[in-house]
Nanobody, 125 residues
């Protein structure tokens, strides 16, 4: 059974860092495009970052560009999201998602086949 499990969330002060992990079971992440999304309280879920399966290109939305980095460790079947210079507005539940094919519009959730349950990130000021 295909499954994604996120971990690494927690409470951090403004300016701090966290590294989120997303471990896959039941399928090989190296054959999937991966997206990270987040949902803040009272808001819609939004895209954060993406790693292409075709050429390894990475993408970020403007709010996190320059602060977040997505990476893969295929040997561990794991994708990471390194988050630096965290801000209170980064507080959210973070989800990873896997898509069998590279998305035409990676920010659109419809492209993703598997989702994790999320991990909470709280940035305190």
């Amino acid at each position: 059974q295909a499954q994604l499990v996120e971990s690494g969330g927690g409470l951090v002060q403004v300016g701090g860092s966290l590294r989120l992990s997303c471990v896959a079971s039941g399928f090989a992440l190296e054959n999937y495009a991966i997206g990270w999304f987040r949902q803040a309280p009272g808001k819609e879920r939004e895209a954060v970052s993406y790693s292409s399966v075709r050429d390894g290109s990475t993408y970020y939305t403007d709010p996190v560009k320059g602060r977040f980095t997505i990476s893969r460790d295929n040997g561990k079947n794991t994708v990471y999201l390194q988050m630096n210079s965290l801000k209170p507005e980064d507080t959210a539940v973070y989800y990873c998602a896997a898509a069998r094919l590279d998305a035409s519009l990676w920010t659109d959730e419809v492209w993703y086949n598997y989702w994790g349950r999320g991990t909470q990130v709280t940035v305190s000021s």
